[in-house]
């Protein structure tokens, strides 16, 4: 058999031109029309070849190394052209001439000579489309290499062999690479450490050194919700590269930037933008520069927030724990033009206060009544109300809400009032709360309907009788008041309807409500001392006195109801004889 071989092999070295013409015209290399091995046979044939024509000799190449290629979707990359690149040292790099690529045969599969160290391979498709790249590291001969990173690729079954020993390949077919060290990177000038929120800045790319063949840089954002790449920028003005004001638009996490052999020091413009967000963070971003020709290129931007601290103010109910609040604050359905808040007299209401944003250190927030007289405040930490308070809050308690409790103070007349909460505090824009302090004293007016014009009003009812009564109240009660009448004993006197409320539009408007006296004993027992209350539902809102005297001739609001049995015919003789009279 190796005779055979040896009398083969030297049939080849005499013929071996015309074996590569024949070879070179299977492959239509002449017409530079590739044909992607469809096996690994063919992958050592063609892998021969190379080495016949003495392309792509890599000295003291001793390890076959090979394995699988598939795309981000899992598909086969068939005929993938592999650009590999090594890396010498920390600052070194080597990559493969353009003429000495490897590529994968029909199922994706390729293999190479090389030799111990870590290289960077870029994968592209025949039509030279970029599919993604991956890195590995050969520490032994014997043991598959390490693989460190991959991007848009899957690269599975990953072997080293010795070269020659079979391994590592179809056949043990394998090819040798060229490479040569690097001599171009990515330059990127008119940088700047910072730019505002809402503005833009120009940075300008280019490469420097020798490009031997057109590449892509690609420029990622290490955070795009921070600083946009790739944004167009209309208008505006500039001033050592940022961009204030003007229109921005489009933009993402990266872009990208071609460049040719003729244009590879041509200046080419990138746009970034620093984006408005509520928070007061100057956030720190990576821009990270790649090419699949040349080592990768950083620079750190920070942006400078233009939020400031904002107060959040809410309406809430009074804290129930708190043993001095006892009432809601009420609020009106529709507030007065320039009111915020309503509070009643001699009540309490509640704000919740809190911060949008962190602030620097602690941050003192002061609350003021523009009017003592009216309406005074307090915290949760003190026991009376003042003209003014504080809160403080930190980086720990700004987003905790914080109480202020405000109190209406109780004056002689029946006309609401008005004061402001001024709330102030260091860089902070000041807020203005208007509130109105509802007036208490609004007067319940009763009055009695005679059942005929020539009728008189008295103070007691018969059994079975009824008598009719209006009620409304004396001043516009600004929020809704509702009251109750009530008797104590019901089985002898009812009262419809019992219940009634007053509004702004309603309130000078006599509602009706009728006393029945009830038949509902058999014996002659009168029931005196019927006291009729009429007392508001909620007694802050309304006086609350225990009785409302009825009728302007009642003398009171105490009811007799007589009973039907002590009314009886008197037949008794009305004349000295004792006759009836006729």
């Known amino acids: 058999m190796s005779e055979l071989y040896k009398g083969l092999n030297n049939y080849l070295k005499k013929i071996g031109k015309f074996i590569i013409f024949l070879l070179l015209f299977q492959y239509d290399f002449i017409a530079c029309n590739f044909k992607v091995p469809s096996g690994g046979g063919d992958l050592v044939l063609l892998n021969s070849l190379r080495k016949l024509t003495g392309l792509g000799t890599l000295v003291d190449a001793n390890i076959t190394v090979s394995g699988t290629i598939k795309d981000a979707n899992g598909n086969i990359v068939s005929g993938g052209s592999l650009d590999i690149i ?104 008119s940088t700047f450490s910072q730019v505002p929120e809402g503005s833009s800045g120009l940075l300008k790319v280019s490469l420097t050194g020798t490009l031997n063949e057109a590449t892509t840089i690609t420029v990622t954002s290490s955070n795009p919700s921070a600083i946009k790449v790739g944004t167009t920028v209309t208008g505006g003005n500039i001033t050592n590269n940022i961009i204030s004001g ?23 413009n990138l746009y970034i933008s620093a984006l408005e967000d509520a928070n007061l963070e100057n956030e720190t971003v990576t821009l990270t520069f790649t090419s699949p020709k040349t080592n990768s290129y950083t620079t750190t931007i920070k942006t400078i927030d233009n939020d400031a601290v904002n107060l959040i103010i809410a309406k809430t109910d009074p804290s129930a724990s708190d043993a001095t609040i006892t009432n809601q604050l009420k609020s009106l359905t529709t507030l007065p033009s320039g009111v915020s808040y309503v509070v009643l007299e001699n009540q309490v209401g509640c704000l919740d206060v809190k911060l949008n944003s962190a602030p620097t250190g602690n941050l003192v927030v002061t609350f003021t009544s523009s009017s003592t007289s009216k309406m005074l405040i307090k915290n949760s930490s003190q026991n009376t109300y003042n003209a003014s308070t504080t809160l403080t809050f930190d980086s720990t308690n700004f987003s905790t809400a914080q109480k202020v409790y405000t109190q209406g103070q109780v004056d002689a007349d029946k006309n609401s009032d008005y004061a402001d909460l001024n709330i102030t505090a260091t ?58 009448i009530t008797v104590p004993n019901s089985n002898s006197l009812g009262v419809t309807p019992n219940t009634f409320t007053f509004t702004s539009l309603n309130y000078n408007t006599a509602q009706t409500f009728t006393l029945a006296a009830t038949n509902n004993d058999p014996n002659s027992t ?29 003398g009171g609001s105490n009811f007799t109801v007589y009973d039907k049995s002590i009314f009886r015919l008197d037949i008794s003789s009305l004349d000295d004889d004792g006759a009836l009279l006729q």
């Open 86 to 189: 090594r890396q010498a040292n920390a600052n070194t790099y080597e990559r493969v001439t353009p003429d000495s690529r490897v590529f994968t045969d029909t199922n994706g599969k390729f293999t190479m000579n090389l030799y111990l160290g870590t290289f960077n391979i870029n994968v592209s498709r025949s039509d030279n489309s970029f599919v993604g790249s991956f890195s590995f590291r050969i520490a032994s001969a014997t043991a598959a290499p390490d693989i460190l990173s991959s991007s848009g690729l899957e690269v599975s079954g990953l072997s080293a062999a010795p070269v020659g020993s079979g391994g590592g390949g179809a056949s043990g077919g394998s090819t040798t690479v060229t490479v040569t060290t690097i001599t171009n990177s990515i330059s990127v000038s």
């Open 246 to 268: 003007g229109t921005v638009s489009g933009g993402g996490s990266s872009t990208t930037y071609n460049f040719t052999v003729a244009n590879a020091s041509v200046e080419q």
């Open 427 to 484: 860089g902070v824009s000041p807020v203005t709360v208007n509130f109105m302090i509802i007036d208490k004293d609004v007067n319940i007016v009763t009055t009695s309907v005679p059942l005929t014009a020539y009728s008189t009003i008295e103070n007691f009812l018969l059994e079975g009788t009824s008598k009719t009564f209006t009620v409304k109240l004396d001043t516009d009660p600004v929020i809704d008041r509702v009251i109750n």
């Open 526 to 554: 009168d029931e005196t001392s019927q006291s009729i209350s009429i007392t508001p539902l909620l007694t802050y809102l309304l006086p609350s006195p225990a009785t409302v005297a009825i009728g302007t001739d009642v």
